[in-house]
């Protein structure tokens, strides 16, 4: 893969109009930035890259569907991108229902990126996986839940849409159990976490990593409580962030919220990324950080209130997550992207 | 909806006849009851609608974008709707939904499933102050801890 200079990051970040780190001086977060900027690590070795952020597609069967048209334009964005990202992630809800058509559809989308030279990884939404629990995602994408480094990071994705059995004891089908909890304000279908597995699979893959390791963290549910409602949540996210603690600081990235929104806790970063289908409603609760949202949507656009992200990482381990729309949804002073 | 007719009617009738100054007694908690089981009955219905993709052609539900009825802002209609082009109602932006994004056939105003939708949004939306007009902040719907949003 191309390694990107820090002139090269300059130069990519003035085509938006101001360099990275002039918009950095500039933000009206500075306050936060200057505190991620102080945990930062010194000593770790970055080579400055990009990646891109893709998620939320909710396929559905039928041939033509206006979502088959916004991720392919997200995946046509993402490959005419000048430098080339160095992967994609996506950030589940490939398919709406879980259906194998719906799943081979995306398949066959995303793999259009590798035959750019693009690779990317993938972990599952709730609507990928409920209809055979998750046994044609696995056939088509191997282990839900995976880590690997690059350029002297350390990336982590893992199955955050795991609940209880809900549908035995109910004598459910398998469609009606994925039609259940396909609505985002299922009420009998319970919070969702990653599981003791992946928390014991977890703590062993940092436990020899030094605490100024840089971290990113993929789930499709954020890792902190924001609408229990909705599962805008994880339920042992508490877990994850004290596993995660001894590190001097973790970027998480979600999808789910199909919004934008950020927020912080202890020694981590958390933002949420626009989905391709559509956009959900902010939920009845106030938000941690309400300077970082989107604006109105126009409903009749089939193209607002959706998009997807690209993120820079510099060598100093600050980010920037760029939102990337194609109409006016995001305030213009977080066009430049927000810092993490 | 028969039976609360009959007792509605028959408490006028008795009130009218009885006392000339209050026209007509209070509700009695059993017609309250039954008044409030009616409504609660086409909410439901309007719920299942609501989550339903037979309102559409293209597998999309009003829920895909209104989780919890949120934003469909019952409390600001009638007010001028941009993407209709005039002041509408509640029923006729539900319409809107319903052609545009589901791309499914309209509803007449005085269907029963007409009715029905509207009366979960509203539902949803009890307690919030009335804002004719109003296409500034949306107020969020009522807070759901647990359940369908209704008794
Ligand atoms: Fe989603
Ligand atoms: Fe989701």
Same mark, same amino acid.
């Given at each position: 893969?191309?390694?990107?200079? $820090? $002139?090269?990051?300059?130069?990519?970040?003035?085509?938006?109009?101001?360099?990275?780190? &002039?918009?950095?001086?500039?933000?009206?977060?500075?306050?936060?930035?200057?505190?991620?900027?102080?945990?930062?690590?010194?000593? &770790?070795?970055?080579?400055?890259?990009?990646?891109?952020?893709?998620?939320?597609?909710?396929?559905?069967?039928? =041939? /033509?569907?206006?979502?088959?048209?916004?991720?392919?334009?997200?995946?046509?964005?993402?490959?005419?991108? $000048?430098?080339?990202?160095?992967?994609?992630?996506?950030?589940?809800?490939?398919? /709406?229902?879980?259906?194998?058509?719906?799943?081979?559809? *995306?398949? $066959?989308?995303?793999?259009?990126?590798?035959?750019?030279?693009?690779? +990317?990884?993938?972990?599952?939404?709730?609507?990928?996986?409920?209809?055979?629990?998750?046994?044609?995602?696995?056939?088509?994408?191997?282990?839900?839940?995976?880590?690997?480094?690059?350029? *002297?990071?350390?990336?982590?994705?893992?199955?955050?849409?795991? !609940?209880?059995?809900?549908?035995?004891?109910?004598?459910?089908?398998?469609?009606?159990?994925?039609?259940?909890?396909?609505?985002?304000?299922?009420?009998?279908?319970?919070? %969702?976490?990653?599981?003791?597995?992946?928390?014991?699979?977890?703590?062993?893959?940092?436990?020899?990593?030094?605490?100024?390791?840089?971290?990113?963290?993929?789930?499709?549910?954020?890792? %902190?409580?924001? +609408?229990?409602?909705?599962?805008?949540?994880?339920?042992?996210?508490?877990?994850?962030?004290?596993?995660?603690?001894?590190?001097?600081?973790?970027?998480?990235?979600?999808?789910?919220?199909?919004?934008?929104?950020? #927020?912080?806790?202890?020694?981590?970063?958390?933002?949420?990324?626009?989905?391709?289908?559509?956009?959900?409603?902010?939920?009845? !609760?106030?938000? @941690?950080?309400?300077?970082?949202?989107?604006?109105?949507?126009?409903?009749?656009?089939?193209?607002?209130?959706? *998009? %997807?992200?690209?993120?820079?990482?510099?060598?100093?381990?600050?980010?920037?997550?760029? +939102?990337?729309?194609?109409?006016?949804?995001?305030?213009?002073?977080?066009?430049?992207?927000?810092?993490? | 909806?028969?039976?609360?007719?009959?007792?509605?009617?028959?408490?006028?009738?008795?009130?009218?006849?009885?006392?000339? &100054?209050?026209?007509?007694?209070?509700?009695?908690?059993?017609?309250?009851?039954?008044?409030?089981?009616?409504?609660?009955?086409?909410?439901?219905?309007?719920?299942?609608?609501?989550?339903?993709?037979?309102?559409?052609? #293209?597998?999309?539900?009003?829920? #895909?974008?209104?989780?919890?009825?949120?934003?469909?802002?019952?409390?600001?209609?009638?007010?001028?709707?941009? #993407? !209709?082009?005039?002041?509408?109602?509640?029923?006729?932006?539900?319409? %809107?939904?319903?052609?545009?994004?589901?791309?499914?056939?309209?509803?007449?105003?005085?269907?029963?499933?007409?009715?029905?939708?509207?009366?979960?949004?509203?539902?949803?939306?009890?307690?919030?102050?009335?804002?004719?007009?109003?296409?500034?902040? =949306?107020?969020?719907?009522?807070?759901?801890?647990?359940?369908?949003?209704? @008794?």
């Amino acid at each position: 893969m191309k390694k990107i200079s $820090r $002139r090269d990051l300059f130069k990519v970040s003035a085509s938006f109009g101001v360099g990275a780190v &002039s918009a950095f001086a500039l933000s009206p977060f500075l306050g936060l930035v200057e505190i991620s900027e102080a945990k930062s690590s010194k000593r &770790s070795k970055i080579s400055p890259f990009n990646f891109a952020v893709i998620g939320d597609a909710h396929l559905y069967e039928m =041939p /033509n569907h206006r979502f088959d048209e916004t991720l392919k334009r997200a995946i046509d964005d993402v490959i005419r991108m $000048r430098p080339k990202p160095d992967f994609v992630l996506f950030i589940g809800d490939l398919a /709406n229902f879980g259906k194998k058509v719906e799943l081979e559809k *995306g398949k $066959r989308m995303l793999d259009r990126l590798k035959d750019n030279g693009i690779p +990317y990884f993938i972990i599952p939404g709730e609507h990928d996986w409920y209809l055979d629990l998750g046994q044609t995602w696995k056939e088509m994408f191997g282990k839900p839940y995976w880590s690997f480094d690059h350029k *002297g990071v350390h990336f982590i994705g893992m199955n955050s849409i795991l !609940v209880e059995d809900y549908w035995t004891a109910r004598n459910m089908s398998p469609w009606e159990r994925m039609l259940a909890i396909a609505e985002l304000e299922c009420h009998i279908c319970g919070l %969702w976490g990653v599981g003791e597995e992946q928390l014991e699979w977890l703590e062993k893959d940092v436990k020899n990593l030094p605490p100024d390791t840089p971290i990113v963290i993929f789930t499709h549910s954020p890792l %902190w409580d924001y +609408y229990p409602r909705w599962n805008f949540q994880t339920k042992d996210a508490p877990e994850i962030r004290k596993i995660l603690s001894k590190f001097e600081k973790v970027i998480a990235i979600h999808g789910h919220v199909h919004q934008v929104v950020y #927020n912080k806790t202890g020694n981590m970063v958390h933002i949420g990324n626009l989905a391709t289908a559509w956009p959900w409603p902010y939920p009845p !609760v106030e938000l @941690p950080y309400p300077e970082i949202k989107m604006l109105r949507v126009d409903p009749g656009d089939i193209y607002d209130g959706v *998009g %997807w992200a690209n993120t820079y990482i510099d060598e100093t381990f600050l980010g920037l997550f760029e +939102y990337k729309t194609w109409a006016e949804l995001i305030p213009p002073e977080l066009k430049k992207g927000v810092p993490l | 909806m028969r039976v609360v007719k009959f007792f509605v009617m028959g408490s006028l009738i008795l009130s009218v006849s009885a006392n000339f &100054s209050l026209s007509k007694p209070p509700f009695t908690e059993e017609d309250l009851k039954l008044m409030h089981e009616e409504l609660i009955n086409l909410v439901k219905k309007g719920d299942e609608l609501f989550h339903s993709p037979k309102l559409g052609t #293209n597998g999309l539900t009003c829920a #895909n974008c209104h989780p919890d009825a949120a934003f469909t802002n019952p409390d600001t209609f009638p007010k001028f709707q941009p #993407n !209709v082009g005039e002041v509408a109602t509640l029923r006729d932006m539900i319409n %809107w939904c319903i052609k545009i994004p589901l791309k499914g056939k309209m509803l007449a105003h005085d269907s029963e499933e007409m009715k029905a939708l509207e009366a979960y949004i509203y539902y949803m939306y009890r307690g919030r102050t009335l804002k004719p007009g109003d296409n500034t902040a =949306p107020v969020p719907p009522v807070k759901v801890d647990s359940g369908p949003g209704y @008794p």
